[in-house]
């Protein structure tokens, strides 16, 4: 039945005269008279008499039998819209219990209690049920004219407040939809931000990286010129030294040889010249500095290959063991000072990859272990190795380790646990997004007290494009 023109009344009354003057009044019966319908049709044209809509009258001859009626109806989805509830009902329930039991089940039941007399007057009746908005009284003996009038106006009024209920919830529905679709796009329009943000973070770092490729390369041409030359000069002076040294020797044996006063004075010029220390420092010195060199030109060289940019964005096969070692050349003073560190390292076969990125990506992990360092001088160490069609790259640390509800989030972008200024909260979240561009893995595993483990899997071979 439709919720909105519910017809149906639930009398419940001990007295069975009771109910027959109710289906006398709401359900009287339709007289027939055909021929008075055909002669008035003749005189005045067929017209369609409005009806009087129809009441559907239930009867109970109890509380509780007027309950199991409701409950029933209700299941059945047919619900009354109004309930005649008779006061005094000597066997069983009286007609405030009664109420009570209905409005348990159904709130929205209008009712007009029918009385002679009452084991209650009015105000402690709405006092009891509090429901001076659903409750009408109806003394015995009654008009039949109320009574229609009363049955037609509670249930206009259940079905207007059915009406206005319906509504609400339409409301509350379309409320609660549109509150949905503001927190989908707030979640999408923050998701959006972040993304944003670690998209130009990214950027950043790859201009960064760009900018120091280009010095680098720019230091690199400028720096290797005058080492090659101070190499070759080294080289030579370490020469034109080891020519003179049996001269020197020579002079030593002929002025031990001369005697007197000219070996004398010999003598003193030498130990003036400090000539057997200048002998055996000035090959010291020269073999330092050629080392130097070296040095000045790996550091060069090992910041080339870390920052090398990829331009053009295309796959290229690098050495992934080469990779670490310029890196940690590159971190080497954040280190010194912290922690030991040890290499475990297995041969691995050319990856195809984007290097300075994985460059970058190694970096971020051992400066991470480098700070996570305590007071005492810790360990980091570094292990790789290949499984399957993935070569696979290990940093742990012997630090401080991470709290479980921290270990959730450290890939968030912008999470960080360092003091304001000290950290971006990006370093994890761009190395997350450079293994996952290359078809890897980055996962950790910590135990407070104890360290922290990163361990990072990358495909030899590429199946994607580089974007």
Same mark, same amino acid.
């Given at each position: 039945?439709?919720? &909105? ?6 009398? #419940? ?24 319908? /055909?002669?008035?049709? %003749?005189? =005045? ?18 509380? /509780? ?10 299941? /059945? ?7 005649? +509830? ?12 009664? #109420?009570?039991?209905? !409005? ?24 009891? @049920? ?34 206005? *209920? ?15 679709? =503001? ?20 950027? +950043?770092?790859?201009?960064? @990286? ?12 400028? #720096? ?52 057997? =220390? ?27 290959? =870390? *920052?090398? $940019? ?6 290229? !096969? %690098?050495? &992934? ?19 030991? @560190? $040890? ?25 991470? %272990? ?20 993935? $070569?696979?790259? /290990? ?46 893995? #980055?996962?950790?595993? *910590? ?8 361990? $990072? ?11």
């Amino acid at each position: 039945m439709s919720e &909105l023109s519910n017809r149906r009344i639930l009398l #419940i009354d001990d007295m069975p005269s009771i109910h027959e003057d109710f289906r006398k009044i709401l359900m009287p019966a339709t007289p027939q008279s055909v021929e008075l319908d /055909e002669m008035e049709a %003749a005189l =005045f044209g067929a017209q369609t008499r409005p009806e009087r809509p129809l009441f559907e009258l239930d009867s109970a001859y109890g509380g /509780e039998e007027g309950l199991g009626k409701l409950i029933q109806a209700l299941q /059945e989805q047919r619900p009354y819209a109004l309930a005649f +509830v008779d006061m005094r009902m000597p066997d069983g329930w009286d007609g405030a219990k009664t #109420i009570e039991h209905l !409005w348990q089940h159904d709130p929205q039941l209008q009712v007009v209690v029918c009385t002679a007399y009452s084991d209650y007057s009015w105000d402690e009746l709405l006092d009891r @049920l509090q429901a001076h908005d659903r409750l009408l009284i109806l003394k015995k003996p009654f008009d039949n004219i109320e009574v229609q009038q009363m049955a037609n106006t509670l249930l206009t009024k259940w079905q207007m407040t059915e009406r206005a *209920s319906l509504q609400m919830h339409h409301l509350e529905h379309l409320v609660d939809q549109r509150t949905a679709q =503001f927190k989908q796009a707030s979640e999408d329009l923050q998701r959006e931000i972040d993304e944003r943000k670690q998209l130009e973070g990214q950027l +950043v770092q790859s201009e960064k @990286l760009a900018s120091l490729g280009q010095l680098a390369a720019g230091v690199a041409h400028e #720096i290797n010129n005058p080492i090659g030359f101070i190499s070759s000069n080294l080289g030579t002076l370490d020469g034109y030294f080891n020519q003179l040294r049996p001269l020197f020797d020579a002079y030593h044996s002929i002025g031990q040889s001369l005697g007197g006063e000219s070996a004398a004075r010999l003598q003193q010029q030498r130990e003036a010249a400090e000539l057997d =220390f200048l002998l055996e420092d000035i090959p010291l010195l020269i073999r330092e500095s050629k080392e130097g060199i070296g040095r000045v030109g790996q550091i060069v060289k090992d910041l080339k290959d =870390f *920052s090398r $940019v990829d331009t053009q964005q295309q796959w290229q !096969w %690098a050495n &992934l063991q080469q990779g670490i070692e310029s890196t940690l050349n590159i971190v080497a003073s954040e280190l010194k000072y912290k922690a030991d @560190l $040890v290499k475990d390292y297995q041969p691995l076969p050319d990856i195809e990859c984007l290097p300075s990125q994985i460059n970058q990506v190694i970096m971020n992990l051992v400066v991470n %272990a480098a700070q996570a360092m305590g007071p005492e001088r810790g360990t980091i160490t570094l292990r790789t190795g290949v499984e399957g069609d993935n $070569v696979w790259i /290990e940093v742990a640390d012997t630090g401080s380790g991470i709290p479980p509800d921290t270990l959730q989030k450290i890939f968030d972008p912008f999470f960080t646990t360092k003091p304001v200024g000290q950290g971006t909260g990006l370093g994890l979240s761009l190395s997350y997004g450079i293994v996952k561009k290359h078809g890897g893995d #980055i996962q950790v595993r *910590s135990e407070l007290g104890v360290g922290t483990t990163f361990r $990072v899997e990358l495909p030899i071979r590429q199946n994607r494009l580089a974007v």
